[in-house]
């Protein structure tokens, strides 16, 4: 006699979970994530590059100032910040003050602090200033003709 059923293979308890494999790629999609947002993550205060960059960029405007108002133009560097500042009147008026991000330390040929003078044709003094934070190091030099470059 023949019987219509088939015969019921049983199976043994259902099993669940992940695989190694894919645990493995979950684990390293978390790891470049988290290295992405690690990298992204800006130092405290900006980079002493972006803190050269600024104080370059002020130089430049303070010069440009100096041509454009046909009147002589000074950046006063010290220890906490700089100071830009105009001639008028026989004085030396401030016309803006900008502190250095915490633990930036300046130095300008040795000293701790540094006059820059663009006079109304926006020729200066040469001066080379080093700004440092921890180990990192940047140079802003300006030059006779008052051009501002930073380098590295």
Do not use: C
Request: charged share 25%.
């Amino acid at each position: 006699m023949r019987s219509d059923r088939t015969p019921t293979v049983r199976r043994g308890p259902k099993e669940s979970g992940f695989t190694l494999i894919e645990l493995m790629v979950v684990i390293v999609i978390i790891g470049l994530a988290a290295a992405a947002v690690v990298l992204a993550v800006p130092e405290q205060g900006g980079s002493v590059q972006a803190e050269a960059e600024r104080f370059a960029a002020r130089a430049k405007a303070a010069r440009d100032a100096a041509i454009v108002e046909a009147r002589p133009m000074a950046l006063q560097v010290g220890a906490a910040g700089y100071d830009v500042a105009r001639r008028s009147g026989g004085e030396w008026e401030v016309t803006a003050r900008h502190n250095w991000a915490e633990g930036t330390n300046v130095e300008a040929f040795g000293q701790s602090g540094a006059r820059i003078r663009f006079d109304s044709t926006g020729l200066a003094e040469p001066l080379s200033l080093t700004l440092r934070r921890g180990e990192r190091r940047i140079a802003v030099e300006i030059g006779h003709d008052g051009n501002v470059h930073v380098r590295r």
